[in-house]
């Protein structure tokens, strides 16, 4: 099991900002493609205000502000260069489903998708979309919105394949009451009957369970996954939750049990929250430099002169 993908953490939440160009984005594309990974996903093209491409749609009706770079361009071009596949995540309001408004967030996601398709559908390297909206529990409300924008990306762009990236609602989110392992299979093969037919791709983070509890998890996500016919990938994280601080890059020997794990229990592929801050040799924390090298070395990868600072 190798990771083959990674989130471009466009617009950042909880992580800083590299502030990065394009000169160092196409580096870090090339650092991506020796290590093997031959997609990345745009995890949000917009967040509240912020925009990652000049939407009409967002300034209308956000009155978000303009981007001084068109990064979904900028993104297309640079994997179309480098050989890679991009995946399109949609907005995420941040408003309108914590207050019930499910409509709204459904309408303005419709809204996106026909503009984003009409502006950039012609890229060769857009080869899919992500549904950005992250969730762990079955709210019957919020499938029924996933599930409409899902198809509806599926239906404009001629049935690209949707992925989603969930959590679980694991103790180390700090949560009083810890879901089971019984409620989870519950709750998501609900959740998976709904989202069948939508939702090609399921790729739930792993970092929310403590590393003995992450096997039994993995094959129940695996079997719901083969039950109701939507490929199962992991979402390895490659930041560490065991320091006291928020989020420095994940020991190397972390990393590789989760990878073993995944492999274990039968994961067909693996991407990773994110390669750009917490494994890229160009990344502002300087213990993702180790962390690239490390994985390179374990998998007999060769590092060309330059990749690594």
Known sequence: MRITGTFLDEISV????????????????????????????????GNKRWMTYPSKVLKEERGCYDPPVDLVKMFLELSEKHGLAFYFGVFDSYEYIPKGEFQKEL?????????????????????????????????????????TIARHGKEVSGNLPVLISPFIDGRKLGIQNAITPEEH?????????????????????????????????????????????IQCWTNIESFDRDMPFDFPPIKWEKLLLKLKIAEKAGYEDAITFEFSHFMSPNSCYAQAHGLYKRYCEYFGIDIPEGICK
């Open 107 to 147: 309408d303005i996601n419709k809204k996106i998708i026909d503009e984003v398709w009409s502006a950039y559908g012609n890229y060769s390297a857009f080869k899919g979309w992500y549904l950005t909206h992250e969730f762990s529990r079955l709210n019957p409300k919020a499938m029924n919105v996933y599930s």
């Open 185 to 229: 299979q519950k709750d998501w093969d609900e959740i998976l009957t709904e989202l069948s037919g939508a939702v090609d791709i399921m790729a739930f983070q792993d970092g929310q369970v403590d590393f003995d509890e992450l096997e039994e998890f993995q094959i129940i996500n695996k079997t719901l996954a083969d039950k109701h016919g």
């Open 14 to 45: 909880d992580i800083p900002h590299q502030n990065w160009g394009e000169k160092e984005w196409d580096k870090d594309f090339a650092a991506m493609k020796v290590m093997g990974i031959d997609k990345v996903i745009l995890i949000r093209c």
